[in-house]
């Protein structure tokens, strides 16, 4: 079974960074087309996307993070990460980490990982 766990939320001040991982077990990235993403939800707002990276291509994001946010793979250790810069407090949010993998054409989320950004 496809799960995902996310780790590296923290509380940090504003202009902070922060990276966040998240590991994947029950499939092997290299071996399975995906696209991998990391959703944030604020407190009363919708669960909205943050960056997505797929098996090939270059990594999309949207407009308030880019620039100060980063996603990567390591193929070799199941691993996706989120490497946040010049944090502001409206990225205040839980991350979610979120897997679509083509060969199970399913979705998978992970718990996700609380990032609060002090002013």
């Known amino acids: 079974q496809v799960r995902l766990v996310e780790s590296g939320g923290a509380l940090v001040q504003a202009g902070g960074s922060l990276r966040l991982s998240c590991v994947v077990s029950?499939?092997?990235?290299?071996?399975?087309?995906?696209?991998m993403s990391w959703y944030r939800q604020a407190p009363g707002k919708q669960r909205e996307l943050v960056a997505n990276?797929?098996?090939?291509?270059?990594?999309n994001y949207v407009d308030p993070v880019k620039g100060r946010f980063t996603i990567s793979k390591d193929n070799a250790k199941n691993m996706v990460y989120l490497q946040m810069n010049s944090l502001k407090p409206e990225d205040t949010a839980v991350y979610y980490c979120?897997?679509?993998?083509?060969?199970?054409?399913?979705?998978?989320w992970g718990q996700g990982t609380q990032v609060t950004v002090s002013s």
């Open positions: 029950g499939i092997i990235f290299s071996e399975n087309a995906n696209v």
């Open positions: 990276i797929g098996s090939v291509g270059t990594p």
């Open positions: 979120n897997g679509y993998f083509l060969r199970l054409r399913a979705t998978y």
